[in-house]
């Protein structure tokens, strides 16, 4: 190689390393932000990559670093990411300024994994303000009330099994099991018109499909999710996807075939693939083919089976190590027994404040989502980070962080913040500026209602028909597994045991079925 010509190269490629490694380590420090220094490559996400934290008590522990910030500079791998710790912040940029941080970063490529590309979570712009009007009426109160006697039912039958299986001598069990079995359960019948039965049946292929997509806490969906993060060109080059074809093409023949079906049967069911299939005769709007909608059901599968499952387990570990809370709730489910003469109606349900105390405050301690990201699309300007700093520029391209895992456990807006107390949420302590566990701003989960009425009536009939008790399997008190996602450490184990019920359970059964005690 002639010298000259060897010194264009090294030139080109210091220039090269600079921009693309030296350049964002020092972003922060160019812009006096507090942050902590990073290092090449991982940025500040070294102790989560080796497997020493998890990633969200990791970006806790960062969080307690900059008490007297509003903000502070971390490198999510090789990108610099601004995390807003204040709470009047978040509302502005997430609510006043939402067109200007309208969109997420998406973590897969969508050449690759469009079910996971083209999703209403991964969408941006007007297609994501599109699909978004386009679903919401899914979720609706009136919707909720439709659905309730399905979720019923499966939420019956989980606890029939259980109640049934463990007997008074009691029986150990992987809650994460069982609890994504009844989630799964009630997907599929609410989300997709399939009635599936993963107790009777439990190698169906709804559920193990819905295991392997969802294993965000796996080797593989990590290292992927690190692999796009840090080096997207060689991702992309060696063609990594997250999910593979085989759960593609399972979601795209489930979704051709219930659109097959309803077609041909004039069925109508009050369900987001309605929505989308009665786009097709309109002359305005989105309209959508069969991938576009398996997008769509694919992302609330995943949510439902992972991340609400997961949230369920949280809440029958707190119940379960909490004896005075489960007594509570027990007292109140009883009532509304007898209120109901032992036939729970949505109403009843929904208006159980203990029960929802319960919930909100196992939302608050472990949100599944325990960060929400958001990018910058139109240059921002941003109050100093510091009381004596000055006003920064966000410019689009730029990411942003919002704790939510964090500020949940932040003492500042939680008297004792790791403490599992609901009465925080009957005595109306609760900031409503600080408690995000689905979100916040026009971004919000969309299936927020869902959810909650989901885990309501799940915690309903599993306390009516079984006693949670800890084993000694159950980590006490939680710790999370080192990994990506919100979840337990050693898994989530307790004993489940029938219970004597005050009110007579063969008299009080929705469906009717008698089961013996």
């Known amino acids: 190689m002639e010298p000259f010509t060897l010194l264009l190269t090294i030139v080109a490629a210091s220039i090269c390393l600079y921009y693309f490694v030296l350049d964002k380590l020092t972003y922060f420090e160019r812009l006096k932000v507090p942050h902590v220094k990073p290092i090449p490559l991982l940025g500040n996400m070294a102790p989560f990559v080796f497997k020493r934290t998890s990633h969200a008590d990791l970006l806790r522990k960062l969080y307690n670093l900059f008490p007297n910030a509003r903000y502070f500079g971390l490198c999510n791998f090789s990108t610099p990411t601004f995390v807003i710790r204040d709470p009047e912040l978040i509302s502005m940029i997430a609510i006043k300024q939402f067109d200007r941080f ?42 909720m009330k439709v659905m309730f006697g399905l979720m019923s039912q499966c939420a019956e039958n989980f606890a029939n099994f259980v109640a049934t299986e463990s007997g008074k001598a009691g029986k150990t069990y992987d809650m994460k099991d069982v609890i994504s079995r009844y989630a799964n359960d009630t997907i599929a019948t609410c989300a997709f018109g399939i009635s599936v039965d993963s107790f009777k049946h439990p190698n169906n292929e709804f559920f193990t499909i819905g295991k392997e997509s969802t294993n965000f806490g796996g080797a593989w969906i990590t290292f992927t999710y690190f692999m796009y993060r840090s080096f997207p060109s060689i991702a992309k080059l060696f063609r990594l996807r997250m999910f593979g074809s085989k759960v593609e093409n399972f979601f795209t023949d489930v979704i051709a075939n219930t659109v097959k079906t309803r077609d041909h049967l004039k069925i109508v069911r009050p369900d987001m693939i309605q929505l989308m299939m009665e786009t097709r005769n309109k002359n305005s709007g989105p309209e959508f083919d069969i991938n576009e909608m398996t997008a769509q059901a694919f992302v609330f599968f995943a949510a439902g089976f992972y991340s609400v499952s997961t949230g369920m387990c949280f809440m029958t570990h707190e119940i379960g190590t909490n004896p005075d809370v489960q007594s509570k709730l027990k007292e109140e489910i009883d009532d509304v027994l007898r209120q109901t003469n032992g036939k729970p109606t949505y109403e009843a349900i929904n208006g159980m404040k203990y029960l929802d105390a319960v919930v909100s405050e196992s939302l608050r301690l472990y949100p599944v989502a325990h960060l929400l990201d958001r990018k910058c699309i139109k240059e921002t300007e941003l109050p ?33 913040p790791d403490k599992f107390d609901p009465e925080r949420f009957l005595n109306g302590s609760v900031d409503n500026s600080v408690y995000m566990p689905f979100g916040i701003g026009p971004r919000i989960c969309i299936g927020n209602r869902f959810s909650i009425m989901e885990a309501k009536i799940m915690l309903f009939y599993l306390l009516w028909r079984c006693d949670l008790e800890p084993d000694v399997k159950t980590r006490i008190p939680m710790v999370l597994k080192k990994a990506l996602g919100m979840t337990a450490d050693g898994g989530f184990w307790l004993k489940l045991r029938a219970r004597n019920s005050k009110v007579p359970v063969t008299q009080c059964l929705s469906n009717g079925h008698k089961v013996k005690e």
């Not at 895992?405 to 500042?412: A, E, G, N, Q, S």
Request: hydrophobic share 25%; proline share 12%.
């Open 102 to 143: 309208c969109d997420r970063r998406g973590f897969v490529n969508g050449n690759l994994d469009p079910i996971a590309n083209r999703n209403l979570f991964d969408l941006k712009g007007n297609h994501w303000r599109e699909m978004r009007k386009l679903l919401t009426p899914s979720f609706t109160s009136s919707k």
């Open 384 to 416: 100093p980070a510091t009381p004596n700093g000055k006003p920064i520029t966000i410019k689009p391209g730029d990411y942003i962080w919002f704790p939510s895992y964090p500020l949940h456990r932040d003492p500042k807006y939680y008297s004792q």
